[in-house]
């Protein structure tokens, strides 16, 4: 499983910014998704998840981005997106976007097995 994320940058607090992630090289329906944020010096967390079934899909969102992010899947394309609104100073970080096989999705990095490089968000 190969994943490549996209689309972080500088913005000013307030702003919006939608994430990317293509996901190649898995099934869909047998494997969950998350995104993920790190800050030096506070290790990674858990921001959402998401998990595909065949019709339906099932969506978690952290507490500390409740209302503000949403993530989203591309079936068609195989990316999965993090649309992040009402951006915040606190929000800055290393963004990632990982997978594990199994369909119970979970906010705890260590359970996810593929992870791509992250890309950078900066929220001033």
């Known amino acids: 499983v190969q994943l490549v994320e996209s689309g972080g940058r500088s913005v000013q607090a307030g702003e919006s910014i939608t994430l990317s992630c293509q996901i190649s090289g898995y099934a869909q329906a047998t494997y969950s998704m998350g995104w993920f944020r790190e800050v030096p010096g506070q290790g990674r967390q858990g921001v959402a998840t998401y998990y595909s079934a065949l019709v339906t899909a099932s969506t978690s969102i952290a507490d500390p981005v409740q209302g503000r992010f949403d993530v989203s899947l591309d079936k068609a394309n195989n990316t999965l997106y993090l649309r992040m609104n009402s951006l915040k100073p606190e929000d800055t970080g290393m963004y990632f976007c990982?997978?594990?096989?199994?369909?119970?999705?979970?906010?705890?990095?260590?359970?996810?097995?593929?992870w791509g490089e992250g890309t950078q968000v900066t929220v001033s």
């Open positions: 990982a997978a594990r096989f199994g369909i119970i999705a979970t906010l705890i990095p260590g359970r996810y097995t593929y």
